[in-house]
């Protein structure tokens, strides 16, 4: 998402919804799997085969709408490589058996306190977030939909 304050990217109105859906999007089918008992976490939509298809389908349900799908492939790419090492970019194509972890909710609270890099991406995410909604002047809720959108007022000064 700070990606998008690069002024040769902002001009291009990258519809950051999309990019937000696709960078959330493989957790949000994955991690109710987990709590089902199915999978760890990172399988189903954690795939390269998944980026492909997910992509082609918003692609064309776009009608071709790169200002779209491509902000989505950015979000769907980020996600999986910030998940390595733990992504089975081959999956369904090759098996992949990781540990099965028990108690999943406490895992994830614990490496929220516990695991430096979980912490320090966590920090980044949320300053970065501060970041974008100054720079822009996003204290309203239009504001911050335009702004996801990839229209409105963040544009003028260019
Ligand atoms: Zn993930």
């Not at 859906?21 to 089918?29: C, F, K, N, Q, T």
């Not at 098996?95 to 490496?111: H, K, N, R, T």
């Not at 890099?117 to 995410?125: D, H, N, S």
Request: charged share 15%.
């Amino acid at each position: 998402m700070v990606l998008t304050e690069i002024p040769q990217i902002k001009k291009l109105k990258p519809n950051r919804f999309a990019l937000l859906i696709g960078s959330i999007l493989p957790d949000v089918i994955d991690k109710p799997f987990v709590l089902l008992g199915i999978g760890t976490g990172r399988y189903f939509s954690h795939n390269l085969l998944f980026v492909l298809v997910s992509f082609i389908v918003i692609f064309l349900s776009t009608k071709r709408n790169l200002r779209v799908s491509l902000p989505f492939l950015c979000g769907l790419t980020t996600h999986l490589l910030l998940d390595i090492p733990y992504v089975p970019f081959f999956y369904p194509f090759i098996s992949y058996e990781w540990v099965v972890i028990d108690d999943v909710i406490l895992f994830w609270f614990d490496a929220l306190f516990t695991n430096p890099f979980v912490i320090i991406t966590e920090i980044a995410g949320v300053v970065s977030l501060v970041f974008i909604l100054i720079k822009n002047k996003l204290y309203h809720r239009k504001e911050i939909m335009d702004y996801l959108k990839g229209e409105g007022l963040s544009i003028q000064h260019e």
